[in-house]
């Protein structure tokens, strides 16, 4: 299974960014979790937010409502939407698999597949 | 901030063995499993131990992952240079229902 970030380099604030996913030999209505995690210049690694093909969601507080994760079935890929961005979001971002061990039971905490990651900048 | 807890850096001379700890709490670490990454230069971060100590196919078994009541470790012995990277230590939280992270610590090969 491979993962590809495509979406802007560049964001103003205030403005949304969208990022998309794009999955190639697997398939998003796999019993995966997909979802986002995000690295600061220079600094540690943060969890943006997940979800599953049945639409259920987790998503990190911290973001304050301002995150959306969603899967889009016919393109077999998923979507990272993060409004009113701010300086302070300027990061990489990488889209990620959550682990599964057989049958279908989730890792907690484990991503074992990563996008190369896409660098975002928000500046006017 | 993060929420998990671990030492900026770390390092060692070729073929000792290094440890790094990851502090948290009950609702993360306490009550869920640990993983680690290897973050290399200019790549994404690579899954290298999940459920405390199990360690993904590929991975070799210098490195090894422990759990101990709200702290975690990693050990990897036989250091080598390409074990030079950022280190993150993860555990679900079920306080905040997501994943946390540690700030990383950077292992240096002497």
């Known amino acids: 299974v491979h993962l590809q970030e495509s979406g802007p380099g560049l964001v103003k604030p205030s403005e949304t960014l969208s990022l998309t996913c794009t999955v190639s030999?697997?398939?998003?209505?796999?019993?995966?979790?997909w979802g986002w995690v995000r690295q600061f210049p220079g600094a540690g690694l943060e969890y943006i937010g997940e979800?599953?093909?049945?639409?259920?969601?987790n998503y990190n507080p911290s973001l304050h409502g301002r995150v959306t994760v969603s899967i889009d079935r016919p393109y077999n890929r998923f979507s990272l939407r993060l409004d009113s961005m701010t300086a302070a979001d300027t990061a990489m971002y990488f889209c990620?698999?959550?682990?599964?061990?057989?049958?279908?039971?989730?890792?907690?905490?484990?991503?074992?597949?990563w996008g190369q990651g896409v660098m975002v900048a928000v500046s006017s | 901030q993060s929420v998990l807890t671990q030492p900026p850096s770390a390092s060692g001379p070729p073929g000792q063995r290094v440890t790094i700890s990851c502090s948290g709490g009950r609702s993360n670490i306490g009550d869920n499993p640990v993983s680690w990454y290897q973050v290399l230069p200019g790549t994404a971060p690579k899954l290298v131990i999940y459920n405390n100590d199990q360690r993904p196919s590929g991975i070799p078994d210098r490195l090894s992952g422990s759990k101990s009541g709200t702290s975690a470790s990693l050990a990897i012995g036989g250091l080598q240079s390409e074990d030079e990277a950022d280190y993150h230590c993860a555990s679900w939280d079920g306080s905040l229902n997501g994943v946390v992270f540690g700030g990383g610590t950077k292992l240096t090969v002497l």
């Open positions: 990620v698999r959550g682990a599964t061990q057989a049958p279908a039971h989730r890792i907690l905490g484990a991503f074992d597949i």
């Open positions: 030999g697997g398939s998003v209505i796999n019993p995966n979790w």
């Open positions: 979800t599953f093909h049945d639409r259920s969601s």
